[in-house]
């Protein structure tokens, strides 16, 4: 399947470049590249993985680019220096997947699309950085649901105890566990066990801590 890439960036040659790399690709394709978002969001197409100057020139700010792209349905990539981390925490704020540096490799950006198209997190060392003490972006997210699902389940409760109390299936709660592991890891909070788990339930305010 081909990903349909848009491209924010004001910089002439930088475009130019990120164009490039791109259009390398056989599994993607470039169908936007403008030095501001209107074009995209004006599309009747619209792209799969947005990279996204957090700098441009035309005064708008990264909080609004990214919430408009993403109620569009992109999935956005803050495309930065790096210098700059107040604005990669209004971008992820805004629900950015994650970030990657201008200066990368040229393997590393045409991963970071792939992954974002996909549906992860490109959350690397940068990225933490720049989201490292701020709780409103620690926040995993969680549904009501997903929060009553952790309540349960990290105080001690199996999957089967759990699906018996909120009349729920095994295989309903054991999918709802592994989303629930997928958002904390999103946000830097990796719960690969159930201690793990009950450490999130009790930071977040789901559990008492005995």
Sequence with gaps: ????VGIVEDHPAMMLGTIAIVKAQADLRVIVAASGIRPVLALREFPDVVLLDLSLGDGSNPFANTQQLTAGGARVLAYTSGDRPGLVRDAARAGAVGMIRK??????????VRAAAAGGIVAGADWAAALEGDRVLTDARLTP??????????????????AEALYLSRDTVTEYISNIRKKYLAV???????????RR?????????R
Excluded: C, H, N, W
């Design 201 to 209: 339930a009790v930071e977040d305010g789901l559990v008492v801590s």
């Design 1 to 4: 399947m081909t990903i349909r």
């Design 145 to 162: 649901r997903e929060a009553e699902v952790l309540s349960l389940y990290s105080s001690g409760a199996t999957a089967d105890q759990v």
């Design 188 to 198: 830097d909070r990796s719960a690969p066990t159930k201690v793990d788990l009950f």
């Design 103 to 112: 200066t990368e490799q040229i393997g590393a950006i045409v991963d970071a």
